[in-house]
């Protein structure tokens, strides 16, 4: 019996340093390196497991190994789009403020993607403007639909766009819904239900699976996008259901938020990037979009498109995000539900802060995950001894997610500042290049603020032990929340 407990206890060790030995290996931060290394070298069994599941990235995003992009599909195509972004073209030869050069190059360099002229750009307040906006371009729809979500709810607001995906569909349009597997989760009867039901092509993005048992649950698509016949586009943070009309008082988990109504030539950037995603879920990477370009010009705004996620996209936010606060020469204006930057981040607002500009944070007073709230009020002291202030919104629950550099910059989408979406979170975010649309937004978040409570450094020194315990511990669970 001896001999056997101790091949047990030799597979148990084998198996512990042998995870702890792939994450010393694998893992980029270190932070994330010790914390897996101790949690598989202490918990035995228990950690390897974990490990095994959340610790280790193996998507390998299909869609990035296809050598096409849209700028290349036929000779017609090449040619349209290189008036408007020509191979070689100078980023100094857009109409862009030349405080933004440098940060326009370093936002292609990683991305990949052409900066593109004539775009108009509306933002949508709540779901009273953007959900009707989204369902007359859908109701108006001739040749394609695509619809990505996070959260696509089956209350009345999820029906009334189920109905129109369906009359579209019965029009002969090429309607196709992507969801994310865990999000579908978060209203019962389950969206896909309905969908399929209704005929609409439907597919899940890594849905959870008992048996064999999913590694990927940890690994989440949170786009959000719809795009109607290659012309117009909306992208934000807003999902789809009741949650987002704010006008009702009676809903409990309503969310303030901003979507953005796009139209003009980044609408077929954001439509690689659906062939991409819809490609990875289905297999499929033969249907390409039926129009090839938008309109040449609808209006003033500079764009591009970037993707974030656990793939080749990984760090990608995380080095933008830092090049935009560096590239600040007046302000930076952050709202963001969650807040749990990264270092760099952190050092960045400290920098700008501390050499004279403006630089506000945004924050709900109230959080829908309050563990996140405890974990940032935990590291609040880091920017506010520099100068950064933080402001916390009322109620109800400020879903917004803004980045706002100077008088001409705004990064807008679905990412939050939290290390899910920097490192786990599959994101699409968009950056913008039009002083007046970011003179409008710089307004509503002032305006926001003015209704907020600023907290200061002595606020948070002052908590009580029980409270700064809790919200330590929350802390240090930063990196998985």
Not at 7 to 36: C, M, T, V
Not at 65 to 84: G, N, R
Not at 294 to 323: F, W, Y
Request: net charge positive; charged share 20%; proline share 6%.
């Amino acid at each position: 019996m001896q001999i056997f407990e101790w091949f047990i206890i030799g597979i148990i060790l084998f198996f512990n340093f042998l995870a702890a030995g792939h994450a010393l290996l694998y893992k980029r931060d270190p932070k994330g390196a010790w914390a897996w290394i101790v949690t598989c070298l202490l918990v035995p069994t228990l950690g390897p497991v974990l490990y095994f599941l959340l610790g280790i990235n193996r998507v390998k995003t299909r869609a990035k190994k296809l050598k096409w992009y849209w700028p290349h599909w036929d000779s017609d195509f090449e040619t349209s789009t290189k008036k408007i972004a020509p191979s070689g073209k100078k980023v100094r030869d857009f109409e862009i403020s030349p405080d933004f050069h440098q940060l326009a190059q370093l936002s292609e360099a990683i991305s990949k993607r052409p900066l593109l002229k004539g775009n108009s750009v509306t933002p949508l307040y709540n779901g009273e403007q953007a959900y009707p906006e989204m369902l007359s371009c859908i109701n108006k729809s001739q040749k394609s639909i695509y619809l990505v979500t996070f959260i696509f709810e089956s209350n009345n607001t999820g029906k009334l766009f189920v109905q129109a995906l369906s009359n579209a569909m019965q029009r002969g349009v090429d309607v196709r819904v992507l969801v994310d597997g865990i999000g579908e989760y978060y209203s019962w009867p389950r969206i896909g239900r309905m969908l399929k039901g209704a005929g609409i092509p439907f597919v899940r993005f890594l849905p959870p699976r008992v048996y064999p048992p999913s590694p990927f649950i940890n690994l989440r698509y949170h786009r959000k996008m719809l795009l109607v016949d290659s012309k117009f586009g909306f992208t934000g943070g807003m999902n789809l259901g009741d949650r987002h009309l704010v006008n009702k008082p009676r809903n409990r988990k309503r969310k303030q938020d901003v979507q953005f109504m796009f139209s003009g030539a980044v609408v077929n950037q954001m439509e690689e990037v659906f062939m991409e995603d819809w490609g990875f879920c289905t297999g499929d990477y033969s249907k390409r979009p039926r129009q090839k370009v938008a309109s040449m010009h609808q209006g003033e705004a500079v764009c591009r498109t970037i993707t974030v996620g656990p793939n080749q996209d990984l760090d990608k936010l995380r080095i933008l995000l830092t090049g935009v606060v560096s590239q600040a020469r007046k302000r930076v204006l952050i709202m963001t539900p969650y807040f749990l930057p990264s270092p760099e981040l952190i050092v960045a607002l400290q920098t700008a802060a501390l050499k004279g500009l403006e630089v506000s944070v945004v924050l709900p007073a109230k959080n829908n995950l309050p563990y996140v709230h405890w974990a940032t009020r935990n590291m609040l002291w880091e920017i506010l001894q520099s100068g950064v202030k933080v402001f916390y919104q009322p109620p109800p629950f400020a879903h917004t997610k803004l980045f706002l550099a100077d008088d001409s910059y705004a990064l807008i989408g679905s990412a939050n500042i939290d290390p899910r979406s920097l490192r786990l979170n599959f994101e699409m975010v968009v950056e913008i290049y039009e002083k007046r649309l970011v003179n409008k937004l710089t307004r509503h978040v002032r305006s926001k603020i003015r209704q907020s409570h600023e907290t200061t450094l002595q606020e948070v020194d002052s908590r009580s032990l029980p409270v700064r315990t809790r919200d330590s511990i929350c802390w240090l669970f930063s990196p998985y929340l």
